[in-house]
Structure formats: C-alpha cells, structure tokens
C-alpha cells in the first residue's frame, strides 16, 4: 500500500474509529492477544497513534559503549512517512529511551507518533508538539550507558505483542492494539460497520430503548 493511501487509511481511523471497537473485532477474527499490555499509557490524554509499525529492538547495557548512539540514530533516521516507532526496550526502569530530540526528527521524517515498551523523557515539549507518545512512564535520564539500541526492522515483543514491521500499529486513551498486516483490511471494514451500529445502538438506548432489545436488534454492546 502507498503511503499517500497509508496516511488516508490512518487519518480516517484516527477521526472515525476507536482502538476497543478494533480489539473487538480482531477477538472475533481470532487474534485475541493483540492488545498491549496496560502499563503502556499516552503522554497526554488526546494522543492519538495509528501507522505501520517501524520496529526497534534494545536491551539494558552496563558500560558505556564506544558508540551509544549510532544504532539508534539509524533506527531513527530510516523512520518513513506513515509510520509509528514501535520500541520494545525490555522494560528497563533505568533509563528515559525517548525524548524531544527524537521526537522532533520522527516527526520531521513524517512519522506518526511512538510506542515505547519502557520509559520516555522531555514530556512537556513532546506534548507541546503534540506528537503522539507512548510510553510506561517518564524519567529523565539518558540512555547512554544504560540501555543500546541493538536491531530495528526485525519482530520485537512490545507491550506482549508481537510485532512485525508494517502491522498498524492503533491507540488512544483506551490503549492500544497491533492489526496484522495478514487481516488489516478485513479488520478495519468490519470495525467501520460496528462503529456505525454502535453508533445506532448508542441513539436507541439514549431514548429509553431496553438494553436487551438493542442488543437484539444490532448486535452490538
């Protein structure tokens, strides 16, 4: 898929759909482990994420190496429009694996936001350009000597999914979910249609329908 469709595709999921409906719709598909883990949390409420995953891998280290930085800047600057860096780090409470720095050249590559399986850094400028992160907390210390950036491009576990690169990569408030590239289409036509009953659902029970004959009528709770 191009990525000019990709961005279409992404702007319409951001402004009409909703990660539970999708999780719900990826549970009847079969994919029942798509979820992250909760500890995964916006770094402000209004964030919403929604691209093709663009995987980094990274793992605690306990020296300073010669060059901390060089595979993260390539991870980072191999970022594409549409995508979403998608960091598993091992859940390390050592260090702050994201900061404004890296937000500003993801954004600047046309990234869509960050994922990241440990913590970040910097919130308050990340939240005043509004780039969309994700992260399990904040800490303020750098990743220099602490934790490496070891692979990018490669399936990582983050948040206890699996995830492959170009899988879409879906959050806001409720969470987030990982649609696989296998069943993104159907997923996301059969989530337009259960947001749209929903949606009819929602106007019933507001006039005083009974719960038991909406959920007859529509299918939906």
């Keep these: 898929m191009s990525s000019e469709r990709d961005r279409d595709l992404f ?27 909760a500890t995964i949390r916006p770094l402000y409420k209004e964030a919403i994420v929604v691209g093709r995953a663009h995987t980094v891998l990274s793992t605690d280290v306990y020296e300073m190496p010669s060059d901390p930085y060089t595979a993260e800047i390539a991870a980072i600057d191999s970022l594409k429009p549409t995508d979403v860096l998608d960091a598993s780090t091992n859940r390390p409470t050592r260090t702050g694996f994201f900061g404004d720095l890296l937000s500003t050249t993801s954004r600047a590559r046309g990234a869509r936001g960050a994922v990241i399986d440990g913590h970040v850094r910097d919130a308050r400028r990340i939240e005043q350009m509004q780039f969309p992160v994700f992260a399990t907390g904040l800490r303020p210390i750098d990743s220099a000597g602490r934790g490496l950036v070891i692979a990018h491009g490669t399936p990582v576990n983050c948040g206890g999914v699996i995830v492959h690169p170009g899988d879409i990569i879906f959050g ?18 059969r989530a337009k249609v259960k947001v749209a009953g929903e949606n009819q659902a929602r106007n019933d029970l507001e006039r005083g329908d009974l719960l038991r004959e909406v959920y007859d009528r529509y299918g939906v709770l």
Excluded: N, T
């Excluded at 319409?12 to 992250?36: C, H, N, T, W």
């Excluded at 806001?172 to 036509?189: F, T």
């Design 172 to 189: 806001d408030i409720d969470g987030l979910v990982v649609i696989p590239q296998a069943v993104e289409k159907e997923a996301i036509e």
């Design 11 to 37: 702007e319409f999921m951001q402004r009409e759909l909703y990660v539970s409906v999708v999780s719900d719709i990826l549970d009847s598909l079969g994919y029942r482990e798509q979820a992250m883990d």
